[in-house]
């Protein structure tokens, strides 16, 4: 074999069970593309052939960011994620493939131009477990209730309003007269309903040790309108604000900032900007939501704008933005350790 290269560039494209390895040196010239098994000892080992001097590019998905973690912790080298999408809009090649995809990261890598994404702390990382699982059981809860409306309605049989309280829910198992087949359904969405409803409260118990524990969650939670779920679901995607420059950067990452679609003189509303996590967006633009009726100052902020002919959603994401930014400024001297 030649002797090593003093600086290599790798980009892994990587699936379940395999990872597309490119090797290229500092003129971009190809020394390594081939398919691996998706383990780190025999990656790690093959990328030392060429060089010692490593910087790795790889895309954000399912389980990159253990696998940027776990290169760092044993080598020391210089581990980017990068947006999927943003790494696309950057081929050449109209083919797809492994061995190309693998060869435009390390490129990237290369030249400079690969746009980075966050690399979260396992801890944080470890956190969003449990709000996606939270997440889901809403979900889960909401997709159930739903059925349970569609089977009264396609009977006639007209529900209570306090139809999901305990008194509602004795009343759907001894009350509601149904078919047979129709009766043993019910039967058994009330019984989801029940094993849900105790899952939400095991989870809503462990969100609250963990923010017990977590000053930034206590802060977040003197706020009026923010309770334990957006707290939690606020740390466990932004981490420490502290690595934002401002607070305009944290509102985007928070996905509320307008999109800009802007041509010469011409302005269009493109509404707000979609790379970001949703559950974060939604959550917050609910916090601004409870923000206008609670506190006096966002409810004077809501009727201004209400004034000047804005609809309620635009005025929810403004409100959202904003204090968000001044959120940036109460949290960034040092609370939000990660």
């Known amino acids: 074999m030649k002797n090593k290269e003093g600086l290599v560039f790798v980009g892994l494209d990587v699936h379940q069970d395999s990872i597309q390895v490119c090797i290229i040196n500092a003129e971009g010239r ?60 950057m081929r050449q090649n109209p083919d797809k493939s492994d061995f190309s995809d693998a060869f435009l990261l390390a490129d990237l890598v290369r030249v400079g131009y690969l746009p980075r994404v966050w690399l979260a702390p396992a801890s944080l990382r470890d956190l969003r477990h449990l709000v996606h699982y939270r997440q889901q059981l809403v979900d889960l809860n909401r997709n159930v209730k739903l059925r349970i409306r569609a089977l009264l309605r396609e009977h006639r049989v007209r529900a209570p309003k306090s139809l999901w309280s305990g008194v509602g829910r004795k009343w759907l198992v001894e009350n509601v007269s149904l078919p047979i087949h129709a009766r043993w359904v019910l039967e058994r969405h009330v019984n989801e309903l029940q094993r849900l409803s105790k899952a939400l409260a095991e989870t809503g118990s462990r969100m609250e040790r963990i923010a017990e524990e977590d000053p930034v969650m206590q802060r977040l939670m003197t706020h009026r309108g923010i309770g334990l779920v957006t707290a939690v679901i606020f740390r466990a995607q932004v981490g420490d604000v502290g690595r934002f420059g401002s607070g305009k950067q944290l509102a985007r990452f928070c996905g509320l900032s307008p999109c800009n679609a802007s041509s010469g003189s011409r302005q269009a509303d493109a509404g707000l900007i979609r790379g970001c996590s949703k559950l974060l967006r939604a959550t917050l633009i609910e916090a601004a939501h409870r923000l206008t009726i609670q506190d006096a100052g966002w409810k004077a902020f809501k009727q201004r704008m209400r004034q000047n002919g804005k609809p309620g959603g635009v005025i929810a994401a403004a409100v959202a933005n904003r204090w968000i930014r001044r959120l940036y400024h109460e949290l960034k001297p040092g609370l939000a350790a990660a």
């Open 30 to 89: 190809s020394l390594f593309n081939r398919r691996m098994d998706n383990e780190v000892r025999p990656l790690i080992a093959a990328i030392r052939r060429f060089g010692d001097d490593v910087r790795i590019g790889l895309e954000a998905c399912g389980g990159t960011a253990a696998l940027a973690d776990e290169l760092i912790q044993a080598t020391g080298w210089s581990v980017q994620l990068t947006h999927a999408g943003y790494a696309q809009r």
